[in-house]
């Protein structure tokens, strides 16, 4: 490939140029990755609780919110979020819609994993803490959460690289994230080439330092258990 068909393949000097601009999107990417798995972790923890109750009034709703979310598209989710709530008076900023809308759909597939984890744990060790007078929430703590923690770190670092990946679904809501950057880059200099695939880059660059995190904690849970 000779240099000018190279150019309109990568425009290094584009991508230079245009990089530091993208670049201003991390802010959002990570903001609505960190605290959409924040909010999606503690949801899915009480989802999975309820979703092995013997209540029915607890099993039955997880259940059928499980379902919806997991076979419902994220963007679908988000455009009823930001564009279909204002016609009944609900309104959301765009980050706003869009950390609900990964909160709510990342939250379903967590609560699966917890569900898994959970039970994998031995119920003899249920049995052992009764005996010792543990309450229901004192074995959760100190016994069986600490073990199914360890279980579900892999499981839920593919959750948190599936959410990152997918909050640049968020720019079709309007959110300033780097994929909407890469949009208007793109727009304005009639290349989306180059900065498609400097933003492609970027990803990887991000999604390779949490699989280094997930890495870290898989070897200090290890260590501690």
């Known amino acids: 490939m000779d240099s000018i068909q190279w150019e309109y393949f990568f425009n290094v000097k584009l991508a230079i140029k245009s990089f530091p ?23 899915g ?27 419902v598209p994220i963007l ?28 709510l759909n990342s939250a379903a597939f967590m609560a699966e994993i917890w569900r898994s984890s959970i039970s994998s744990v031995q119920k003899g060790q249920w049995e052992a803490a009764a005996s010792l007078g543990f309450s229901y929430w004192q074995t959760m703590r100190r016994i069986i959460l600490p073990q199914g923690t360890r279980i579900a770190i892999a499981p839920l670092f593919n959750v948190f690289l599936d959410l990152t990946k997918g909050t640049s679904l968020a720019a079709m809501i309007t959110v300033p994230e780097m994929f909407q950057k890469a949009k208007i880059v793109g727009g304005r200099e009639f290349d989306y080439m180059t900065v498609y695939i400097l933003v492609a880059l970027i990803y990887w660059g991000v999604c390779t330092l949490i699989s280094l995190l997930q890495d870290f904690m898989e070897k200090r849970y290890e260590m501690d258990i």
């Open 21 to 43: 601009y993208i670049l201003q999107g991390i802010g959002y990417t990570m903001l609505l990755s960190f605290v959409s798995m924040a909010f999606g972790l503690v949801l």
């Open 45 to 71: 923890f009480f989802l999975s609780l309820a979703r092995t109750s013997k209540n029915r009034l607890l099993r039955w709703p997880a259940r059928l919110y499980i379902s919806f979310m997991r076979g």
């Open 76 to 103: 679908v989710l988000l455009f009823l979020l930001f564009y279909g709530l204002p016609i009944v008076g609900i309104e959301f900023s765009a980050v706003t819609a869009a950390i609900i809308g990964f909160t």
